[in-house]
């Protein structure tokens, strides 16, 4: 997970340029009739967002179009049609073109953060646009919050970069593997909810724990080495390394957190990384 910035487009000219790209006469001069309840719609949403009380947020129809014909302006204008420079830009902001809801994969998509099937108002709503990867845009599907710990993590509206989101416990049997969770501990209850429901969502605990297992296979020899030459206190101390290393660009992501948790690892350091096994099938798939 990881903050955005606020995307530049502003709905009181997007919907309008968007409506303005309906061909039909009728449907064109209904969806502008349409857009003063947008963007009044649009400007509670910013309200509530900035509270982390969307999940409030009570469900309208369109007064002037069908609640589809407002819904297909994504489609139609944004993504497809003329508009589509808008969609790039918004879709681009990832930070090195990663989905901000894993910080793993490619951003593909947008994904809407209140679904359009239930918020046709918000189709085009570029606070309401989020850049992600196709895995997180379909695992969160037409997820709606019901209440304020179902809110998943929303790039523009919360920061939890400074804190420790993700904890990985390492476990060291016939092979090593490496286990993630929310921080519900230490965490305040307010982000750690939230931060549990998106980890949950996403099946965040298998993609980060199949990555880390390559990961391990592929420094395993780096390891051997380092013991070799220096025992297990220059193994920790280059884990320790490696993970503050690995806190940019993207501190809650697996590997800052892989790495602590095997620096914190006692039976790790002194002889368990000799377990890895590269037979492994990915670890943690289910
Ligand atoms: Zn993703």
Sequence with gaps: MYHLPLPAAQIAELYPNCANRAGNLQLRT????EGERVIQRSATYNQ???TSTLYQIAQENAVHVSNAELSNLYERALVNGGERPTYLAIRGAGLFGRCPLCAQRDVGTLDHYLPRASFPEFAVLPVNLVPCCFDCNHA?????PAAFAEQMFHPYFDDWNDLELIQATIVVEDAVYAEFAVNVDTLHPVVADRAAAHFETLGLAALYSGHASVELVQRRAGFLLTFENGGPEALQAELLRESQSRRVPFPNAWQPVLYRALADSDEFV???????DDQLEVAGAD
Excluded: D, P, S, W
Aim: hydrophobic share 40%; net charge positive.
């Design 30 to 33: 209904a969806l502008l009739q």
């Design 48 to 50: 509530m967002a900035q």
């Design 140 to 144: 969160k599907r037409e997820h709606t």
């Design 270 to 276: 002194n002889g368990g990384f000799y377990a890895i």
